[in-house]
Each structure stands twice: as structure tokens, then as C-alpha cells.
């Protein structure tokens, strides 16, 4: 039990589905995240939140469009994928946007674009 | 951009044998943490480092930050069947106006019975 709660674990989509990701966090934490982990590549930062306010965005392609309706919840909402998005994509959180904080990581989403 | 290098990228050991991995910055880092993920899992918290020349502990791991903070390794000792994972090294740098961790690309460490 990691206090971050990803769903859904595994999900396959078509290039034209739209889908989305949820993530919660059960540890009151203020800043939450999406990575992006695909084999060979080091863990990409995609979106950061804190407080509700998206505060870093890294160059991730539209079809990614992330949602924190609170403090507790982040979406990632996918439209007109390629099987290049095919990855593991973990949300996280930490207790604050401080360097020093822990990155705490849900168990991920396992993507597969068809 | 920022990068951390770290090697090697697969480490293969009998079980008993030491393992080390290193990660390296071209610029001086703020921090540094190390996190393990075990095969189909997440990454996990294993520690942080601050201090220039830090040294820490967790049982037969041992951390080290570099003089400089552009440098660190994770050592373990007499490895174990549950070591087994991939290792991470994540730094943050100082005045980059970034709330950005930048991971290694992961050392993973097979151990063999």
C-alpha cells in the first residue's frame, strides 16, 4: 500500500480512443505528479501540481491533457494516442514542491496503444 | 538540459558479491535521492543525501555524496536474492527554477542463487 492509488492498472487503447488515467493520494499531500517510464529512457517528467495549480508542463504533446480537480486527485486524459505513448505512466506525490521532499509513487498504469 | 549519467546500466552478481552504482552530474547538484524499484513494481524511497561528502547507511547499503555534490554511489554489501530491482538516482539542481527531479537511467542489478 503506497498511499497513492493508480487507476486503471493496465489499459489498451486505440490510436482514436480517448481514455483516461486517475490517480488519488490518501496522504494529504500538497504537489502531485505524472511521470512517463518507457524501457531504455529514464523516468520523464510530464506534469507537476501543487495545490490544484499545474505549475510545470514538459513539453508534453496535446493529446496529454492532465486534470487536478483537488488536492487528492489527478487525471491524465488521453486522446488520439500512438504506440509510442505505450508506457508505464506512475502518478505521485510529495508533501510539499520542496527538493528535499520524498517522491511517493503509486504502482503505475500500464498503457498499450494498438 | 540537466542529465545524470549513471552506470553500469545491468549489473549481474553471485549472490554474496558486493554491487556498486554510480551516478554523475556535469553541474553541482542541490540533493540527491535514491530510490529501488523491484521488477513490475514502483519506485520506492530508499534515501536522501544533501551534505558535500555525505555518507549513509541503511543496513548493508551504503550512500555516499561527492565532495563536490556532482557525484554519488549506492553500495551494497554481500547482495541478497531480494535486492534484486533497479536502482535510481535522482538529483535536483540548484537555481534551475525547476521543480524537476532528473532521474538516472537506473542501474539493474540481477542477483544469481
Known amino acids: 500500500e503506497t498511499g497513492v492509488t493508480q487507476t486503471p492498472r493496465h489499459l489498451v487503447m486505440g490510436m482514436t480512443n480517448k481514455k483516461s488515467l486517475k490517480c488519488e493520494q490518501h496522504?494529504?499531500?500538497?504537489?502531485m505528479y505524472w511521470y512517463k517510464q518507457s524501457a531504455k529512457k529514464p523516468l520523464e517528467l510530464m506534469f507537476v501540481y501543487s495545490l490544484e495549480e499545474r505549475v510545470e508542463n514538459n513539453s508534453v504533446p496535446s493529446r496529454f491533457s492532465p486534470e487536478c480537480p483537488n488536492s487528492s486527485h489527478l487525471f491524465l486524459h488521453l486522446h488520439t494516442l500512438q504506440p509510442e505513448d505505450s508506457a508505464l505512466y506512475l502518478c505521485?506525490?510529495?508533501?510539499?514542491?520542496?527538493?528535499?521532499?520524498?517522491?511517493?509513487f503509486g504502482e503505475g498504469s500500464w498503457l498499450t496503444v494498438v | 538540459g540537466q542529465q545524470v549519467m549513471q552506470i553500469p546500466q545491468y549489473q549481474h552478481v553471485q549472490e554474496g558479491e558486493d554491487f556498486t552504482t554510480y551516478c554523475n552530474s556535469s553541474?553541482?547538484?542541490?540533493?540527491i535521492q535514491w530510490y529501488k524499484q523491484r521488477p513490475g513494481g514502483h519506485p520506492v524511497f530508499l534515501i536522501q543525501?544533501?551534505?558535500?561528502?555525505e555518507v549513509k547507511k541503511q543496513k548493508r547499503l551504503t550512500f555516499q555524496f561527492g565532495e563536490a555534490k556532482k557525484n554519488s554511489s549506492l553500495h551494497i554489501t554481500a547482495t541478497q536474492t531480494t535486492d534484486v530491482g533497479t536502482y535510481f538516482c535522482?538529483?535536483?539542481?540548484?537555481?534551475?527554477?525547476?521543480?524537476?527531479?532528473?532521474f538516472g537511467k537506473g542501474t539493474k542489478l540481477s542477483v544469481i542463487p
Open positions: 505521485a506525490s510529495s508533501e510539499e514542491l520542496e527538493p528535499t521532499n520524498t517522491i511517493y
Open positions: 553541474t553541482t547538484l542541490s540533493n
Open positions: 543525501l544533501v551534505k558535500s561528502g
Open positions: 535522482a538529483g535536483y539542481y540548484s537555481g534551475a527554477g525547476s521543480y524537476q527531479l532528473t
Open positions: 496522504l494529504g499531500h500538497n504537489a
